[in-house]
């Protein structure tokens, strides 16, 4: 087989995947979901930054897992305070829910996981005090940061 022949198949197979990857690299990345905590007397809740990068999809939140352990305990499912909050491509939202359950000094805050779910089905894993991204997920955030300081146009 000559040579020209093997680099159009490799380029005719090639092609497909990268842009596949590279779609799903943009929908990985298209949502930052961060937080702190504040607090009302006894009432501890998180105060979230949600933001879509995307540039056309518009996503529409429902609830807010709150768990310990690597997610091995669970505390609570608020399905009301965000439910229905439209998050509109290329904007930052600043959402309080509710008061979490279970939890009644700032300590505790630092120990709870928090993942927030689209209508969809998608969930996010929340950044906030300790719970840093770690792996192949802060490299990938930290490569969409690269690519939107560059000015690089990313469609989706």
């Known amino acids: 087989m000559p040579l020209v022949k093997v680099?159009?198949?490799i380029s005719a197979?090639?092609?497909p995947v990268l842009l596949f990857a590279y779609r799903w690299f943009l929908l990985?990345?298209?949502v930052l979901v961060?937080?702190?905590w504040k607090w009302n007397g006894p009432n501890f809740y998180p105060s979230f930054d949600i933001r879509n990068r995307s540039s056309s999809r518009t996503y529409v939140l429902a609830n807010i897992t709150y768990t310990r352990n690597d997610g091995?305990?669970?505390l609570s499912i608020d399905n009301k305070s965000i439910w229905g909050k439209e998050i509109r491509p290329g904007t930052i939202s600043y959402?309080?829910?509710?008061p979490v359950p279970e939890i009644y000094s700032p300590q505790e805050c630092s120990s709870v996981q928090i993942k927030v779910r689209l209508q969809n089905g998608r969930e996010f894993k929340a950044q906030g005090p300790g719970q840093l991204y770690t792996g192949l997920r802060k490299k990938a955030f930290a490569?969409?940061?690269i690519m939107e300081k560059a000015s690089l146009p990313l469609a989706d």
Do not use: C, F, H, I
């Not at 959402?95 to 509710?98: D, Q």
């Open 7 to 9: 680099w159009a198949v």
């Open 13 to 15: 197979v090639s092609l």
């Open 28 to 30: 990985k990345t298209d």
């Open 34 to 36: 961060g937080y702190g």
């Open 72 to 74: 091995k305990e669970l």
């Open 95 to 98: 959402l309080e829910p509710a």
């Open 143 to 145: 490569l969409r940061m």
